[in-house]
């Protein structure tokens, strides 16, 4: 009994401290999961962090007709850990999947308490295997 209130306390506790929403998208402008996956090893083999300079978006990724865009929204100068915006594409890809037409999709917005978020979506002048 003891140990679930623990785990419970914990569970509390992380939710409250990541304090995101998730949206969503439909088929229409979902990406593949194929391509989501290779977004996220795109982007765990570049930079270590993005910077930008308040209330901009950067785009992380752009291939495979899947664009993944981290916003600053913040209003100040700030410097994102990559490791945040990939946790957060992984967010879109575990909790935004929509079958359509023999193909699993995902796509959506995760959108943090602390002023930035991370866009997934299909993107028709996002081709090749993107950068």
Partial sequence: MRLN????????????????TVK???????????SLS???SKLKSGADAVGTDGNSCVTMYCGLNNRVRYC???G?????????IIDSVHVISNECQVDWQGS??????VDHSDYWS???????KCEGLGA
């Fill in 5 to 20: 209130i623990s785990i419970s306390a914990i569970t509390l506790l992380a939710t409250a401290v990541s304090g995101h």
């Fill in 72 to 74: 600053d929204e913040g």
């Fill in 76 to 84: 100040e100068a700030r410097t994102m850990p990559m490791q945040n």
């Fill in 24 to 34: 969503c998208w439909s088929s229409d402008w979902s990406p593949s999961l194929g």
């Fill in 38 to 40: 290779v977004a996220i």
């Fill in 104 to 109: 699993t999709l995902a796509g959506g917005l």
């Fill in 118 to 124: 991370v866009d997934v979506e299909w993107d028709p």
